[in-house]
């Protein structure tokens, strides 16, 4: 379910906003994003994992709270993450 570190430094090159940038906003909601889908998936085959299932549900909250920020920072920005990553409609 976790990340290896090549699919980390993918997504770290792909929703970087500078060259040396590792943890901006737009990083850290691209990573909780895939960690989401997966966790997903993983929950939909194994319906009773409950403590998975609260991971997910702090990870979204953890994202929510991310995009928010992003939001309030730069509309411009934020609306093209969330079209890029395919969420929010």
């Not at 549900?57 to 995009?67: E, S, T, Y």
């Amino acid at each position: 379910m976790s990340l290896l570190q090549e699919q980390k430094q993918e997504i770290i090159s792909d929703y970087q906003v500078h060259e040396t940038d590792t943890g901006s906003a737009d990083v850290q909601v691209a990573m909780l994003t895939e960690r989401i889908n997966r966790l997903s998936s993983h929950l939909k085959a194994n319906k009773q994992d409950h403590s998975s299932r609260r991971g997910l549900l702090q990870m979204i909250g953890r994202r929510k709270r991310l995009l928010a920020y992003i939001r309030k920072q730069d509309a411009e920005r934020y609306q093209a993450l969330i079209k890029r990553l395919g969420i929010r409609g």
